[in-house]
């Protein structure tokens, strides 16, 4: 569950409080602020957030301070638990069992509640111990996702330090080329020196002393891998890192030169120049802007949620899937609900087998993007994918945004549609009960070794195979 809702729940609860307190009904309380009782009855509940306004009366007509209202603590020890019984149920974790919420009244019992908040901990506390990846690096992942969630994924201070290297360089438009690439380096007082032996652990070395940067060979001197590991390198430089004192640190200085070497590829102003043109025409799309500034498609779509909700007004989502399902990359801050596990980590989970993510791999035309609205229990979503392939296998790459803002891109017509209605299982996770009754206990399959390092293994009958898969496929191969 989002902050957001978790507030509007304990706010719900604290108005619920104070009006029993004073001992009057929603209706007479609504008759008091101007509101229908009904209305009363979703904000109490945390189903809709009030305006300011509408705060401000009510706290009058209660008594109290505004501020006491919307303080973030439960008015009282069952109230908590209450609003700990509305997180638990709206987690993933549950939502995958596909069991019903229990809607708490004022006459369920103190144990019963106490009872079913216990479950959901226990629950929790389990799948929790189940886990065996890295908890270190798999809770320092979601941390700085959320991170820059709340910052729309955008990073100003960078934006402007890359803005003005650029603008050093001689750059004017276009593609930032190779040498500009090596002039922002030699203003640093380095050289860039391309060697066949770096150590393979590395993307490149920094040579202090020396003032040296040492890339692998430059077969494509104008390539976008080369041209983002200097500028990586540099950005190391430029940002005053220094050595990372834990995993957390590490990742967050990734983060900074990725960022710093994405926004010196795809300069601010030349980028929104683009995009906002493309917008106004409603063809906003991630295969142009790839192309105008000779980047990869991921690099472009990654480039555009830096920018899309800060400067184009637009929230979105970007997802890295491989060939099976599992998501290496994602960010989202339009409401689509990424797979997580207990600890609110993505990576290595798997995304819905009907979203364009996964679908894009069953479509034989994959030279263009391949679009689709899909439809999901937190709203409509349309997405525009590319696939592509490495040494490593196959993936996706897709960005998206819900139904309303799709009328700035490039492929809204698509009559392409698809329903999801994960995390509940039955939509593609867990067999069809016919199915599964027909194979379970007479299907043995032989495990890959999974090769997500920071994701679990899929529950199953035998750990890292999909029950669902193996089940459907002896099924599609028992009538030949």
């Known amino acids: 569950m989002s902050s957001q809702a978790s507030d509007l729940i304990t706010l719900g609860h604290r108005i619920r409080h104070f009006r029993g307190q004073r001992g009057l009904t929603l209706d007479q309380l609504g008759d008091r602020v101007g509101l229908a009782g009904s209305q009363l009855s979703l904000i109490e509940n945390g189903r809709r957030e009030p305006k300011l306004s509408t705060l401000q009366d009510v706290a009058a007509a209660l008594g109290v301070d505004l501020t006491e209202l919307l303080s973030r603590e439960a008015p009282n020890t069952r109230a908590a638990l209450e609003i700990e019984l509305a997180r638990a149920q709206k987690n993933p974790l549950y939502g995958a069992l596909g069991l019903p919420q229990v809607k708490v009244t004022k006459g369920t019992p103190l144990a019963a509640v106490e009872s079913l908040v216990g479950l959901h901990r226990e629950l929790a506390r389990r799948a929790s111990e189940a886990i065996?990846?890295?908890?270190?690096?798999?809770?320092?992942?979601?941390?700085?996702?959320?991170?820059?969630?709340?910052?729309?994924?955008?990073?100003?201070?960078?934006?402007?330090?890359?803005?003005?290297?650029?603008?050093?360089?001689?750059?004017?438009?276009?593609?930032?080329?190779?040498?500009?690439?090596?002039?922002?380096?030699?203003?640093?007082?380095?050289?860039?020196?391309?060697?066949?032996?770096?150590?393979?652990?590395?993307?490149?070395?920094?040579?202090?002393?020396?003032?040296?940067?040492?890339?692998?060979?430059?077969?494509?001197?104008?390539?976008?891998?080369?041209?983002?590991?200097?500028?990586?390198?540099?950005?190391?430089?430029?940002?005053?890192?220094?050595?990372?004192?834990?995993?957390?640190?590490?990742?967050?200085?990734?983060?900074?030169?990725?960022?710093?070497?994405?926004?010196?590829?795809?300069?601010?102003?030349?980028?929104?120049?683009?995009?906002?043109?493309?917008?106004?025409?409603?063809?906003?799309?991630?295969?142009?802007?790839?192309?105008?500034?000779?980047?990869?498609?991921?690099?472009?779509?990654?480039?555009?949620?830096?920018?899309?909700?800060?400067?184009?007004?637009?929230?979105?989502?970007?997802?890295?899937?491989?060939?099976?399902?599992?998501?290496q990359k994602g960010y989202e801050n339009d409401g689509l609900p990424l797979p997580v596990d207990v600890t609110g980590s993505i990576e290595g989970q798997y995304v819905c087998k009907q979203w364009s993510a996964r679908s894009a791999f069953t479509h034989t035309n994959r030279t263009t993007e391949f679009y689709q609205y899909t439809d999901t229990p937190a709203g409509t979503f349309w997405c525009a994918t590319q696939t592509g392939a490495t040494d490593a296998g196959e993936f996706s790459i897709t960005v998206g945004v819900p139904f309303a803002q799709a009328k700035w891109f490039r492929g809204r017509e698509t009559t392409q549609r698809a329903v999801s209605r994960c995390p509940d299982e039955s939509c593609c996770r867990r067999p069809v009960s016919a199915v599964s009754s027909r194979w379970v206990g007479k299907a043995w399959p032989s495990a890959r070794l999974h090769a997500h390092v920071l994701s679990p293994l899929p529950s199953g009958t035998f750990p890292g195979v999909d029950d669902t898969e193996v089940y459907e496929f002896l099924e599609a191969h028992a009538a030949e």
């Open 132 to 327: 065996a990846t890295p908890e270190e690096a798999r809770r320092a992942n979601t941390e700085l996702r959320e991170l820059m969630r709340d910052r729309d994924n955008y990073m100003p201070d960078i934006e402007q330090l890359a803005e003005d290297q650029v603008r050093a360089s001689g750059h004017v438009s276009g593609a930032l080329t190779h040498r500009e690439v090596s002039v922002m380096a030699e203003r640093l007082g380095f050289n860039l020196i391309y060697v066949n032996d770096l150590p393979n652990s590395t993307r490149s070395v920094t040579d202090l002393v020396n003032h040296r940067i040492y890339l692998p060979p430059a077969s494509i001197p104008g390539g976008h891998g080369l041209r983002s590991m200097a500028l990586q390198a540099m950005g190391h430089r430029l940002l005053g890192h220094e050595r990372p004192s834990s995993y957390a640190e590490f990742l967050w200085q990734r983060l900074q030169i990725n960022y710093f070497a994405a926004a010196a590829l795809m300069p601010r102003e030349a980028s929104l120049a683009f995009l906002s043109t493309a917008k106004r025409e409603r063809e906003l799309a991630v295969e142009d802007f790839r192309d105008a500034f000779g980047v990869t498609h991921e690099a472009a779509a990654l480039r555009l949620t830096n920018l899309a909700t800060s400067h184009l007004d637009m929230t979105l989502h970007f997802l890295r899937v491989t060939g099976d399902g599992a998501l």
